[in-house]
């Protein structure tokens, strides 16, 4: 069975005919070569493979590609080339906040949603927005650390 998806993706326009149900992060990776979406569990527990699909943090591992249809989906690539991710993404190393990098992607997608929603989000408010994103490495300290620094205070994150 193959059908046709039409969807934005990291500001362009995207068609993609095949599989209805392949998952979002096998197109992502496989057809549009964009592997900077990784894969940790598969079954959607550890949020490496996060996305933005309409401004919102989803799991592209159980997304199937046709609901995202006629949507957005912005992945790490779409960050990165947009430029908000960069003061991000050098804050996390400074911080600590970055090791062995299989998780990274899905934080940075995660605390930019966070950031968009809430510029000076709470410790708390951080921490809850990466309940869904699995590190092994960093025990999460350098994170905080990493979004405190960025929105100015420790009183924040």
């Known amino acids: 069975?193959?059908?046709?998806?039409?969807?934005?993706?990291?500001?362009?326009?995207?068609?993609y005919e095949g599989d209805p149900l392949a998952r979002l992060?096998?197109?992502?990776?496989?057809?549009?070569?964009?592997?900077?979406?990784k894969e940790g569990c598969g079954e959607g527990e550890c949020g490496s493979c996060s996305v933005l699909l309409e401004?919102?943090?989803?799991?592209?591992?159980?997304?199937?590609?046709?609901?995202?249809?006629?949507?957005?989906v912005l992945t790490i690539e779409g960050l990165a080339s947009d430029g908000a991710h960069g003061a991000l993404g050098e804050v996390l190393v400074r911080e600590g906040g970055v090791q062995c990098g299989a998780c990274t992607p899905g934080v940075v997608v995660t605390l930019r949603a966070l950031l968009e929603r809430d510029p000076a989000p709470s410790r708390a408010a951080v921490r809850e927005a990466l309940a869904g994103n699995l590190c092994r490495c960093t025990g999460y300290e350098g994170i905080l650390r990493a979004v405190a620094a960025l929105v100015g205070g420790e009183e924040s994150a």
Request: with cysteine.
């Open 1 to 15: 069975m193959s059908e046709r998806s039409t969807f934005r993706l990291n500001g362009r326009e995207v068609v």
């Open 25 to 37: 992060l096998d197109v992502l990776r496989e057809a549009q070569g964009l592997t900077g979406t």
């Open 55 to 72: 401004g919102a943090v989803v799991c592209s591992c159980l997304v199937p590609v046709l609901q995202v249809d006629g949507r957005e």
